[in-house]
């Protein structure tokens, strides 16, 4: 008896010891601690315990190594983003100085035409004057046909600058159409070129509030932003599981019911009891979704319907997400976009692009995490413990009954 207490004495001390190490590491679960004997019951207890634990702590650890990885890689992204967008604007002051130098010569051009077009109507004024006139006068005052000679061989010098003044006149004019062809393409790229301006910064904004978020994580409320992790999953989880989907009122399962979300489908994580829910990523809990790996492009309706609900839930759970309601008894859900395309009330066709994909809420990376839930049970509830956090919450069905 003694032996087996000593036994149970040496493991729950190598147990608090882990207790002891998961106080200090900043990946720690919200756990309560009581006595010895609250904490386990027996040596099977105490090491099944420890090993739960030891795997959670290995799962925290990757994911902080993770972190550090993603705030490199961020400030690596948005090291490009700034300069393309360096040289977008650099690109915009060349188009900007081309186009005054174009405006500049159209108006030189401009004036050049009229300039010609009042030496032409002298011109013929004086051939035609001098036409009427003097040659009759040469040869009525008998001054013989040898000044008609010169007067018509000035008459023949003036047609070929008549003529010199028209081929001018029309050189400038189709090279003042062409140059104002240019600006036109110009002014249009300029368009474009501040609307895609005006995406990346977008993006850049989207990109520093993500390292925002990392180092917030890393550097300070880590601890509490687990613990309250861990809260709103699991009640995430206890609204969801009294929720059950009536397959019997919702569409049979039909490969190409729905198209991906996705341009270019990598799946990171399926529907259910995934091997990263029985991590404890949830709390154990099954995941309720697919998610896509897919950084900051473009995410479509899955099919056509109506924006429903939508919602900004910072770091927390699906971060900036859309649902949108289809009319057949389903609703799909679409989360951790960077940004939304579309609005409450907004009625969008499949395939319209609806946001860009990103890494807000809960995330470990960017990716996509698209839910399909049953319509009748589908509801947005405030949380009970995040002041101003609305989490949209329904029975979910396998996303795959609809895609594959």
């Not at 590491?25 to 315990?49: L, P, R, T």
């Not at 091997?275 to 056509?304: E, L, M, Q, R, T």
């Not at 969008?348 to 960017?366: A, M």
């Not at 996303?399 to 594959?404: E, S």
Request: charged fraction near 25%; charge should be neutral; glycine fraction near 10%.
């Amino acid at each position: 008896m003694n032996i087996k207490i000593k036994r149970l004495r040496v493991t729950a001390s190598a147990f608090f010891g882990v207790l002891v190490f998961l106080f200090s590491c900043s990946f720690f679960f919200n756990i309560k601690f009581g006595s010895a004997e609250e904490i386990c019951s027996s040596v099977e207890e105490c090491d099944k315990k420890k090993k739960a634990y030891e795997k959670i702590i290995e799962l925290k650890q990757a994911q902080q190594a993770t972190l550090g990885g993603q705030i490199n890689g961020i400030v690596s992204e948005i090291q490009n983003v700034e300069n393309n967008i360096v040289e977008k604007e650099k690109s915009l002051e060349e188009i900007n100085n081309n186009i005054e130098e174009l405006i500049r010569k159209i108006s030189q051009q401009e004036e050049s035409i009229k300039l010609q077009k009042k030496m032409l109507g002298g011109l013929l004024r004086a051939y035609y004057d001098y036409d009427q006139r003097n040659v009759i006068s040469l040869v009525l005052n008998g001054k013989g046909f040898s000044a008609a000679s010169k007067n018509q061989d000035y008459l023949t010098q003036a047609s070929g600058k008549v003529k010199e003044i028209l081929s001018n006149i029309k050189s400038l004019k189709n090279s003042t159409e062409e140059d104002k062809k240019k600006l036109e393409g110009s002014r249009e790229d300029i368009v474009s070129i501040k609307n895609e301006l005006e995406e990346k910064n977008s993006y850049l904004e989207s990109a520093k509030a993500q390292k925002r978020n990392l180092l917030a994580q890393v550097q300070g409320d880590e601890q509490k932003y687990r613990e309250l992790l861990d809260i709103i999953e699991n009640e995430i989880y206890e609204l969801e599981a009294g929720k059950i989907a009536d397959l019997d009122k919702l569409p049979p399962a039909k490969g190409g019911y729905f198209d991906y979300p996705v341009g270019s489908v990598r799946i990171t994580q399926g529907y259910g009891m995934t091997s990263f829910a029985k991590a404890g990523a949830y709390g154990g809990k099954p995941h309720n979704g697919v998610d896509f790996g897919i950084s900051y492009a473009p995410i479509y309706a899955a099919g056509n319907g109506k924006v429903i609900s939508s919602g900004n839930n910072g770091k927390y759970a699906y971060g900036n997400w859309i649902a949108i309601d289809h009319g057949d008894g389903l609703v799909t859900l679409y989360g951790h976009l960077s940004k939304k395309s579309a609005s409450k009330g907004d009625k969008v066709k499949k395939g319209e692009k609806i946001g860009i994909s990103g890494n807000t809420g809960y995330s470990t990376g960017p990716h996509l995490h698209f839910s399909v839930f049953d319509k009748d049970s589908f509801g947005v509830v405030e949380s009970k413990y995040v002041d101003g956090l609305y989490i949209p919450t329904g029975a979910s069905v396998n996303p795959m009954r609809y895609l594959d």
